[in-house]
């Protein structure tokens, strides 16, 4: 039971590039999450899916897409990353409001 | 939107000190959540308190959701307890988008 798992760890990409950072959850959770961390910053919402086959806008989407590919997986991709998207990604889940969330591990991004 | 604030935004304390952090929100506030980021970045949950009062080992929390905030206890605290806690809820009971505080970094002394 691994819970909530990201990959990759860690990633570093040139202004410009695309990458697509994975999370998936092995909890039966019906909802997940992508949240942003910067320094000295609390998390701010990216975008979230509140079921399989629904997403919506966070506080930050702008920048990035995401898939709910299936009820485990919900991955956010960056189109042309800029230097402004340098952060910590979390990917978070659980079984709907009023319910806690769990976080996986996160996936530090520098982009250059 | 909600805003949230947390105090104090540092505190060094002496191993077994106790200490009480605290969550203001700005309006009503439902789902409220404790973490800790422990100094490797992983997020723990805490407590998941939207009123009332939980005790878990050396740590409990209370949450007066109608004066909207919410308190941290640690008691007898360890140097694992330093890190960063947040604070976190939502707008109303079947939001899905939560508001994190800024936290309170806390260092722990031997």
């Known amino acids: 039971n691994a819970g909530v798992t990201q990959t990759p760890k860690f990633q570093v990409l040139k202004t410009g590039q695309s990458m697509t950072l994975q999370c998936a959850q092995d909890?039966?959770?019906?909802?997940m999450y992508w949240y942003r961390q910067d320094p000295g910053m609390g998390l701010r919402l990216i975008y979230y899916?509140?079921?399989?086959?629904?997403?919506d806008k966070g506080e930050v989407p702008n920048g990035y897409n995401v898939s709910r590919l299936n009820k485990r997986e919900f991955s956010l991709r960056l189109e042309s990353a800029a230097p402004s998207q340098t952060s910590v990604y979390f990917c978070?889940?659980?079984?709907?409001?009023?319910?806690?969330?769990?976080f996986g591990p996160g996936t530090r991004l520098t982009v250059t | 939107g909600i805003q949230v604030e947390q105090s104090p935004p540092d505190l060094i304390l002496q191993e077994g000190a106790n200490s009480t952090l605290r969550c203001n929100f700005s309006?009503?506030?439902?789902?409220l959540q404790w973490f800790h980021q422990n100094p490797w970045g992983q997020l723990i949950n805490l407590f998941y308190?939207?009123?009332g009062t939980k005790q878990n080992g050396r740590l409990s929390a209370t949450t007066v959701a109608t004066e909207r905030y919410s308190l941290l206890y640690i008691s007898s605290s360890q140097t694992t307890d330093s890190g960063v806690y947040f604070c976190?809820?939502?707008?109303?009971?079947?939001?899905?988008?939560?508001?994190f505080g800024t936290g309170t970094r806390l260092k722990v002394l031997a």
């Open positions: 308190i939207p009123s």
């Open positions: 309006d009503s506030v439902n789902n």
């Open positions: 976190a809820g939502g707008a109303t009971s079947g939001t899905y988008k939560y508001i």
């Open positions: 899916s509140a079921s399989e086959g629904t997403t």
């Open positions: 909890m039966n959770h019906n909802s």
């Open positions: 978070a889940t659980h079984r709907g409001p009023g319910y806690e969330q769990y």
